[in-house]
C-alpha cells in the first residue's frame, strides 16, 4: 500500500514535469525561432525543408532594420513615454489613494463611484474625442501627446487606496504626535510604506505603455515621434515577406524591456504576486 | 467648508482635474458625437440628432462580422486560458527542483512586445507562394494537408488568433494564481494530508475554494480584455482587418476612424458605445453569477 502510493505520487510528480516542459516549450518557442530567423538570410528563412540554423550568423538583418526605421527616436519615445506615465499615475493615484482611504470630505462616495465607473470603461471609447482634442490643440505628433492620456490611472487611485486602506490610523496618530502636519504625514511616514504596491503599480503602468498600439498609432503619425509598437507595424507593412528583417527589428524593440525583466525579475515577480494575494 | 476637508481636496485635485479632463470630457463627448448625424468633421457641422449613427453600425456587415469575431475570441479564449493558467500554476506551485527557471519562463511573454510576437507567429501560420510556414510542415510531416492560416479559411484563422491570444495572456494569469497558490495557509494541506484526503479532493474542497477570489477577478478582467482585443488581430493579419474578415470591436472603431473607409468619428461613437454597453452587461452577469458562487 505504502510502496504503491509512493510510485503514485512519483508518477503524478514526472506528469507535472512533462506538462511544464511542454507548456515552456510553447511559451519560448517563438523567442528562439524569431532569434534564429532574424540571423538567416531570406533564402534561408523560406527553405524547404526548413533550415533551423543559419549558415552565417551575421548581423546585416539587423543593419536594415536600423536603417529603415528611426530606432533611437523610437527608443527615446517609448522610454519618456514609459518614465512620465509611470511617475504621474504612481505621484497622483498616491495622492488620490490617500485622500481616498484616510481623509473625510464631502460627495466622498460620489466621487469614489465616478472613480470605479472610469475603470469599468473600454479606454478604446475614449480615444475618439482624446484625439479630437489634441488635434484642436494643434499637439499631435509630439511626446506630450504620447503621454496624455496615461497621466491619471483610475485603476492606481483604486488600487493604491486599498494599500492605504491596510495601513493602520496609529502609525498617522504617532506620527502626528511627534509633530508631523497632514502633509509630512503624507509625505513622511504613509507615502514611504507603500512602496511595493507603488512598483507594482509602475510595473504594470510601464507593460501598458510599452505594449500600447493604438493610441501611439493615431495621436503620432510622424515616424520619428512614434514608439516601437507602432514603429514595428510600419516596419510590417514595408517588409511584408522579408521575415529576417521584420524579426530583427522585432527583436531590437524587444531586447530593452527583456533584458530589464532578467535584471529585475525577483522585484517584478514580488510586485506583482503582491497584487494577487489580496 | 472646514479646514480638514479643504486639505481632502488638495490631495486629490490633481487626479480630478486630470480625470475629468482626459476621461469624465470624452465620455460625455462620445455620446454627445453618437447622437449627431451626417457629422463633417471638416466644418465641425452635424444636421440632427438621433439614432441614425447606431441603425447605420448595427446593419454594417463589417460591424456584424467584428462582433461575432469578437464574441467567438471571447468565448474560445477565455475559458482555455484560465484553465490552462491553472493547470501551469498548481503545477508550478507543487515541484520544487527547477521551480525558479519555470517561472523565468513562463512570465517573460508578459513583458515583451505582442506586436512584436505577433510577428513571429505570422510568419510560424503563414503559408505563400515559396514556402510552408514552420506549422504547416509539421503538419504535412503528420500526414496531414496544408492549410494557410493567415489568408486561408475563416476557421483557420479564428484558431491562429485564438492559439496566439491565449499564449499573449497566460503569463499574466500563471503570476497572478502562483502568488494565489502560494497564499494558500500550509495548515489546511497538513491537516487533509493527515487525514488522508486524495490529492485531487484536495485540490477541489480546498486549493480551488481558497483561490476562488482570484480566479474571478481574472475571469472578469480576462472577459474585458478579450473583448477589447485589437492590436493582436493587427499582429497577424496586418492593418486591414475588414478584408481579412478578421476585424474586432475596438479594430472597426478604429477603422472608421482612421482607416482608408475613416473619417466618421460618429459611427466610431456609436460603436464604442455599443461595445460599452456590451462589456457592462457581461461584466454584470459575471458579477451576479460569481458572487453566488463564491458565497456557496
Redesign the interface.
Known amino acids: 500500500m505504502n510502496t504503491s502510493m509512493k510510485s503514485n505520487k512519483q508518477l503524478?510528480?514526472a506528469l507535472?514535469?512533462v506538462?511544464?516542459i511542454l507548456?515552456?516549450i510553447?511559451?519560448?518557442f517563438?523567442?528562439v525561432?524569431?532569434i534564429l530567423?532574424a540571423f538567416k538570410t531570406q533564402a534561408e528563412?523560406?527553405?524547404?525543408?526548413?533550415q533551423i540554423l543559419p549558415s552565417n550568423w551575421n548581423f546585416d538583418n539587423f543593419v536594415t532594420a536600423l536603417e529603415s526605421l528611426p530606432f533611437v527616436n523610437l527608443y527615446v519615445n517609448t522610454g519618456l513615454l514609459i518614465l512620465f506615465r509611470v511617475l504621474c499615475a504612481v505621484?497622483?493615484?498616491s495622492?488620490?489613494g490617500?485622500?481616498?482611504a484616510k481623509?473625510?470630505?464631502?460627495c466622498k462616495n460620489l466621487?469614489f463611484g465616478?472613480?470605479l465607473v472610469?475603470m469599468?470603461?473600454?479606454?478604446?471609447?475614449?480615444?475618439?474625442?482624446?484625439?479630437?482634442?489634441l488635434a484642436h490643440l494643434g499637439l499631435t505628433n509630439t511626446i506630450f501627446a504620447l503621454v496624455?492620456?496615461g497621466?491619471?490611472s483610475?485603476f492606481g487611485?483604486f488600487f493604491l487606496r486599498q494599500t492605504y486602506l491596510g495601513i493602520p490610523n496609529e502609525i498617522a496618530e504617532a506620527a502626528y504626535l511627534d509633530g508631523c502636519n497632514?502633509w509630512q504625514t503624507?509625505t513622511k511616514v504613509m507615502f514611504p510604506l507603500t512602496g511595493s504596491s507603488m512598483a507594482a503599480l509602475g510595473i504594470f503602468t510601464a507593460?501598458f505603455a510599452?505594449?500600447d498600439?493604438?493610441w501611439p498609432?493615431?495621436c503620432n503619425t510622424d515616424l520619428n515621434m512614434m514608439t516601437?509598437?507602432a514603429g514595428?507595424?510600419t516596419l510590417?507593412?514595408q517588409y511584408?515577406?522579408n521575415?529576417p528583417v521584420?524579426?530583427a527589428?522585432?527583436?531590437l524593440?524587444?531586447i530593452p524591456?527583456?533584458i530589464?525583466?532578467?535584471a529585475f525579475?525577483r522585484n517584478?515577480?514580488e510586485g506583482?504576486?503582491?497584487?494577487?494575494?489580496k | 467648508m472646514d479646514r480638514n476637508s479643504k486639505k481632502a481636496w488638495l490631495y486629490l485635485l490633481p487626479s480630478l482635474i486630470l480625470l475629468g479632463l482626459f476621461l469624465v470630457y470624452p465620455l460625455i463627448d462620445v455620446f454627445v458625437y453618437s447622437f449627431e448625424e451626417c457629422f463633417n468633421f471638416a466644418s465641425q457641422t452635424y444636421e440632427g440628432v438621433g439614432l441614425y449613427n447606431y441603425l447605420y453600425v448595427l446593419h454594417d456587415p463589417y460591424f456584424l462580422q467584428a462582433v461575432e469575431n469578437t464574441f467567438v475570441l471571447v468565448i474560445i479564449t477565455v475559458p482555455v486560458s484560465t484553465g490552462l493558467a491553472l493547470l501551469i500554476s498548481t503545477g508550478l506551485s507543487s515541484i520544487q527542483p527547477l521551480r525558479n527557471l519555470f517561472q523565468t519562463v513562463y512570465f517573460l511573454p508578459y513583458v515583451t512586445n505582442t506586436l512584436a510576437v505577433g510577428l513571429v507567429f505570422m510568419v510560424l501560420f503563414q503559408k505563400t507562394e515559396y514556402t510552408d510556414g514552420l506549422i504547416n510542415l509539421v503538419i504535412q510531416l503528420f500526414g496531414g494537408e496544408s492549410i494557410d492560416f493567415i489568408n486561408g479559411p475563416h476557421w483557420a484563422k479564428m484558431f491562429v488568433l485564438c492559439f496566439y491570444t491565449v499564449w499573449v495572456v497566460m503569463p499574466f494569469k500563471i503570476l497572478v494564481l502562483t502568488s494565489a497558490l502560494a497564499s494558500v495557509n500550509p495548515d489546511y494541506y497538513k491537516a487533509a494530508r493527515v487525514d488522508g484526503t486524495s490529492r485531487t479532493r484536495i485540490f477541489f474542497r480546498i486549493t480551488l475554494p481558497m483561490i476562488s477570489p482570484m480566479l474571478v477577478y481574472l475571469v472578469i478582467t480576462g472577459f474585458i480584455g478579450a473583448f477589447k482585443a485589437y492590436s493582436d488581430a493587427v499582429a497577424l493579419f496586418g492593418t486591414d482587418l475588414n478584408a481579412a474578415g478578421m476585424n474586432t470591436i475596438v479594430g472597426y472603431v478604429y477603422d472608421m476612424l482612421y482607416g482608408d473607409s475613416g473619417g466618421y468619428p460618429s459611427y466610431a461613437s456609436a460603436a464604442a458605445i455599443i461595445l460599452f454597453v456590451i462589456v457592462l452587461t457581461i461584466t454584470c452577469i459575471n458579477l451576479l453569477v460569481t458572487r453566488k458562487q463564491v458565497r456557496e
Open positions: 503524478s510528480t507535472t514535469y506538462v511544464l507548456g515552456s510553447i511559451m519560448i517563438p523567442f525561432w524569431m530567423t528563412a523560406m527553405a524547404i525543408p526548413p505621484i497622483f493615484s495622492m488620490a490617500y485622500a481616498f481623509l473625510e470630505f464631502p466621487l465616478i472613480v472610469q469599468m470603461l473600454p479606454s478604446q471609447i475614449f480615444i475618439t474625442p482624446q484625439y479630437l482634442m496624455f492620456p497621466l491619471v483610475a487611485t497632514k503624507f507593460v510599452y505594449s498600439l493604438m498609432l493615431i516601437l509598437s514595428l507595424s510590417n507593412g511584408t515577406t521575415f521584420l524579426m527589428g522585432s527583436l524593440a524587444m524591456m527583456v530589464l525583466y532578467l525579475q517584478f515577480i506583482i504576486a503582491m497584487t494577487g494575494g
